[in-house]
């Protein structure tokens, strides 16, 4: 009999979605139908592939309300902000179509002899492993230029979130796209290994930094496969603003630190301040504010719910005691939600000021406040991680954002805007423990396709051989 796989939704303990897991032979038998599939499927044309994209954003946007409540669901979010995440898989669409046209498109151009002509080509077979955060928008963002590219794809959502992973491959399906182009495996790490031992072209992964590791370590010796790994980050925020309202400054911080209740890769984990009396009305500000965010789950009006389930928190919670055992000083805790259900998780505030931390993505809402002397000093400290992703800066100075976006070690830098602030029509992604330089959203279209440069000549005709008449 095979193995049952379970989500349940994190407020309520309710379970949403149950599923046989996909074992190894599932798994090679996926891979074979999508590598049986493929060459069909890149052999369509261009036009009738980016129809396909826009027929499923189609059903997206008949399925809207639907699957925004599933999201809701299975991960806790509050409607509203499950309802942007669709909003962006619809988006996703047509923003890939220019990607493709514009990054892995065709040019030609007139030589001597004839033409230089540059086309791009499929990989073949691609395996995404989807993460739990983002169950929609993030995976989305492979398939979509995956298959515009003429991939086939077999896909792994998160084993807490298989729900809305089905119900994304279901509405491909229905848009008409065929059954072995892309396929949805369930199941735990143990599917995920198994698929990876397939004969896959690439593997576009999001989700931790350790995962990633793990990934760059078991592909060292299959060169041929093509990684996209978009991981986590140990993000900092910087604020150096001694003019505006603290309170607009604490805003765009809880923005950058609680959203998604820190469940964001681009989440503010490091809060970097001047000492003295700039930093202590700014971290005042923040305090009150993050005390009062509501926290609620479904239809609620409250700015955060849950995490993704109750493990979680129960990791999130020993991470903060580690934080505090190691001398930060606790200055704001809600990790108990006021008394709601384990998965809840309040925003925590803690003061590591000269304390040694570890330098690791919590993935809650725990923000650790860094105090410095001077600009150069919270440069330096901002710069203090092995990860990349992103970072920011709060200051009014035009001077003191040209230095920061110059010297700053990070692939989305944002001004006066939460670091949570990205676009699908630019690329994202970090370096180090980050990532492995080939960042996602509009430069997808990247690691979807390979180059063909040729020249093409429409006659034969003989080279000169130098010495010879």
């Given at each position: 009999?095979?193995?049952?796989?379970?989500?349940?939704?994190?407020?309520?303990?309710?379970?949403?979605?149950?599923?046989?897991?996909?074992?190894?032979?599932?798994?090679?038998?996926?891979?074979?139908?999508?590598?049986?599939?493929?060459?069909?499927?890149?052999?369509?044309?261009?036009?009738?592939?980016?129809?396909?994209?826009?027929?499923?954003?189609?059903?997206?946007?008949?399925?809207?309300?639907?699957?925004?409540?599933?999201?809701?669901?299975?991960?806790?979010?509050?409607?509203?902000?499950?309802?942007?995440?669709?909003?962006?898989?619809?988006?996703?669409?047509?923003?890939?179509?220019?990607?493709?046209?514009?990054?892995?498109?065709?040019?030609?151009?007139?030589?001597?002899?004839?033409?230089a002509v540059l086309r791009?080509?499929?990989?073949?077979?691609?395996?995404?492993?989807?993460?739990?955060?983002?169950?929609?928008?993030?995976?989305?963002?492979?398939?979509?230029?995956?298959?515009?590219?003429?991939?086939?794809?077999?896909?792994?959502?998160?084993?807490?979130?298989?729900?809305?992973?089905?119900?994304?491959?279901?509405?491909w399906h229905a848009a008409?796209?065929?059954?072995?182009?892309?396929?949805?495996?369930?199941?735990?790490?143990?599917?995920?290994?198994?698929?990876?031992?397939?004969?896959?072209?690439?593997?576009?992964?999001?989700?931790?930094?350790?995962?990633?590791?793990?990934?760059?370590?078991?592909?060292?010796?299959?060169?041929?496969?093509?990684?996209?790994?978009?991981?986590?980050?140990?993000?900092?925020?910087?604020?150096?603003?001694?003019?505006?309202?603290?309170?607009?400054?604490?805003?765009?911080?809880?923005?950058?630190?609680?959203?998604?209740?820190?469940?964001?890769?681009?989440?503010?984990?490091?809060?970097?301040?001047?000492?003295?009396?700039?930093?202590?009305?700014?971290?005042?500000?923040?305090?009150?504010?993050?005390?009062?965010?509501?926290?609620?789950?479904?239809?609620?009006?409250?700015?955060?719910?849950?995490?993704?389930?109750?493990?979680?928190?129960?990791?999130?919670?020993?991470?903060?005691?580690?934080?505090?055992?190691?001398?930060?000083?606790?200055?704001?805790?809600?990790?108990?939600?006021?008394?709601?259900?384990?998965?809840?998780?309040?925003?925590?505030?803690?003061?590591?000021?000269?304390?040694?931390?570890?330098?690791?993505?919590?993935?809650?809402?725990?923000?650790?406040?860094?105090?410095?002397?001077?600009f150069s000093a919270a440069?330096?400290?901002?710069?203090?991680?092995?990860?990349?992703?992103?970072?920011?800066?709060?200051?009014?100075?035009?001077?003191?954002?040209?230095?920061?976006?110059?010297?700053?070690?990070?692939?989305?830098?944002?001004?006066?805007?939460?670091?949570?602030?990205?676009?699908?029509?630019?690329?994202?992604?970090?370096?180090?423990?980050?990532?492995?330089?080939?960042?996602?959203?509009?430069?997808?279209?990247?690691?979807?396709?390979?180059?063909?440069?040729?020249?093409?000549?429409?006659?034969?005709?003989?080279?000169?051989?130098?010495?010879?008449?």
């Amino acid at each position: 009999m095979a193995e049952l796989l379970q989500s349940f939704d994190p407020a309520t303990g309710d379970l949403v979605w149950q599923g046989a897991v996909a074992d190894a032979a599932a798994c090679a038998e996926a891979v074979a139908r999508a590598r049986a599939a493929a060459p069909g499927w890149a052999r369509r044309p261009l036009a009738e592939r980016v129809a396909l994209a826009r027929a499923y954003a189609a059903v997206l946007d008949v399925r809207r309300e639907d699957l925004a409540r599933l999201i809701a669901r299975e991960t806790g979010k509050l409607v509203w902000e499950a309802r942007t995440e669709v909003a962006a898989m619809i988006g996703k669409v047509d923003i890939s179509i220019r990607a493709q046209a514009e990054r892995a498109g065709t040019s030609d151009s007139a030589q001597p002899f004839g033409r230089a002509v540059l086309r791009h080509h499929p990989h073949g077979v691609m395996a995404v492993l989807g993460p739990y955060n983002f169950p929609g928008h993030l995976p989305n963002g492979h398939i979509v230029p995956a298959l515009i590219a003429g991939n086939a794809v077999v896909f792994k959502p998160s084993e807490l979130t298989p729900a809305v992973g089905a119900a994304l491959v279901d509405a491909w399906h229905a848009a008409g796209l065929a059954d072995d182009v892309l396929q949805v495996v369930q199941g735990g790490r143990d599917t995920g290994a198994a698929l990876l031992e397939q004969d896959i072209d690439g593997l576009l992964f999001t989700g931790s930094a350790t995962a990633g590791r793990h990934f760059r370590r078991a592909f060292i010796d299959r060169p041929g496969v093509i990684l996209a790994l978009e991981l986590g980050g140990n993000n900092p925020l910087v604020v150096w603003d001694q003019t505006t309202d603290p309170a607009i400054l604490a805003n765009l911080v809880v923005h950058s630190a609680f959203i998604t209740t820190g469940q964001r890769c681009s989440c503010a984990r490091r809060l970097i301040v001047p000492e003295g009396e700039a930093g202590d009305a700014l971290v005042a500000a923040l305090i009150d504010l993050a005390a009062r965010l509501p926290i609620g789950a479904g239809d609620d009006d409250a700015f955060m719910g849950p995490l993704i389930a109750p493990q979680a928190a129960r990791a999130a919670r020993a991470a903060l005691d580690g934080l505090i055992a190691a001398g930060c000083r606790v200055l704001l805790d809600r990790n108990r939600a006021e008394g709601r259900g384990e998965a809840f998780f309040g925003p925590v505030m803690l003061d590591a000021t000269g304390v040694a931390v570890p330098d690791a993505e919590i993935f809650a809402p725990v923000l650790k406040i860094v105090r410095v002397p001077d600009f150069s000093a919270a440069i330096a400290a901002a710069n203090a991680t092995a990860f990349g992703l992103s970072a920011g800066l709060l200051a009014a100075d035009p001077a003191l954002w040209g230095r920061f976006v110059s010297e700053i070690r990070a692939g989305v830098v944002n001004w006066n805007r939460p670091t949570t602030g990205a676009a699908s029509s630019a690329p994202f992604g970090g370096l180090g423990e980050s990532g492995n330089h080939r960042p996602s959203a509009y430069y997808a279209a990247d690691y979807c396709a390979y180059p063909v440069a040729s020249f093409e000549a429409p006659e034969l005709t003989p080279v000169a051989v130098p010495g010879l008449s």
